[in-house]
């Protein structure tokens, strides 16, 4: 796996339009349901992967601009080292802008929630969850977060073409891991 780094966020129970039941919250990587903490892109703070190295720097830019931390869940990502290209089935290598410096620190403290699957159409930032967004979730087995439990059943689910009609590709495997408070001496 690939360390992409923290970010915060504000994680919020199943929205009612989002029918299946076994799902309690919204841990998708994108923060078309579940927001991140702030339009941190214009800060210019983030790293190559479009999270941050530290979450003391989330809560340092928190500190800075008047953001709250009250309700907010700092989690880490990781991802599987190749992206899914959903036009041709193909998996392919990606990495951090390299324009951008990446030093992510590695959680210590962590526990895995699941795995989301993200679209980078635009090979940045991600861009949506489709498990959650586009409901995909009705189709393939997630757990209580709306994700998805082992990591060889998310490659097989893009490798069938579950996604293929969800959001423009590629697709990239996220590890979704919660921090315990206070992990890796940060928070």
Same mark, same amino acid.
């Given at each position: 796996?690939?360390?992409?780094?923290?970010? *915060?966020?504000? @994680?919020? +129970?199943? /929205?009612?339009?989002?029918?299946?039941?076994?799902?309690? !919250?919204?841990?998708?990587?994108? #923060?078309?349901? $579940?927001? !991140?903490?702030?339009?941190? @892109?214009?800060?210019?703070?983030?790293?190559?992967?479009?999270?941050?190295?530290?979450?003391?720097?989330? *809560?340092?830019?928190?500190?800075?601009?008047?953001?709250? =931390? #009250?309700? =907010?869940?700092?989690?880490?990502? +990781?991802?599987?080292?190749?992206?899914? %290209?959903? &036009?041709?089935?193909?998996?392919?290598?990606?990495? /951090? &802008? /390299? !324009?951008?410096?990446? !030093?992510?620190?590695?959680?210590?403290?962590?526990?895995?929630?699941?795995? %989301? @699957?993200?679209?980078?159409?635009?090979?940045?930032? /991600?861009?949506? $969850?489709?498990?959650?967004?586009?409901?995909?979730?009705?189709d393939v087995?997630?757990?209580?977060?709306?994700?998805? #439990?082992? =990591? #060889?059943?998310?490659?097989q689910c =893009?490798?069938?073409? @579950?996604? &293929?009609? *969800?959001?423009?590709?590629?697709?990239?495997?996220?590890?979704?891991?919660?921090?315990?408070?206070? *992990?890796?001496? +940060?928070?």
């Open positions: 796996m690939i360390a992409l780094g923290y970010m *915060a966020k504000r @994680i919020v +129970e199943r /929205p009612g339009w989002l029918d299946v039941p076994s799902v309690r !919250d919204v841990y998708a990587v994108s #923060d078309c349901i $579940s927001p !991140d903490f702030a339009n941190y @892109i214009t800060f210019w703070t983030h790293n190559g992967f479009w999270f941050f190295d530290r979450p003391s720097y989330i *809560a340092r830019l928190c500190t800075q601009h008047g953001i709250s =931390l #009250d309700g =907010l869940t700092f989690v880490y990502y +990781e991802a599987h080292p190749q992206q899914f %290209d959903n &036009d041709d089935h193909t998996w392919r290598d990606f990495g /951090p &802008d /390299p !324009d951008t410096k990446t !030093d992510v620190f590695a959680a210590t403290a962590s526990t895995l929630l699941g795995y %989301d @699957i993200v679209c980078y159409s635009m090979q940045n930032s /991600p861009e949506c $969850s489709p498990l959650s967004c586009n409901h995909v979730a009705t087995q997630v757990n209580s977060h709306c994700l998805i #439990d082992s =990591l #060889d059943y998310a490659v =893009l490798e069938t073409g @579950i996604f &293929d009609n *969800a959001e423009p590709g590629p697709m990239r495997i996220v590890a979704v891991h919660s921090l315990r408070t206070g *992990a890796d001496g +940060e928070q």
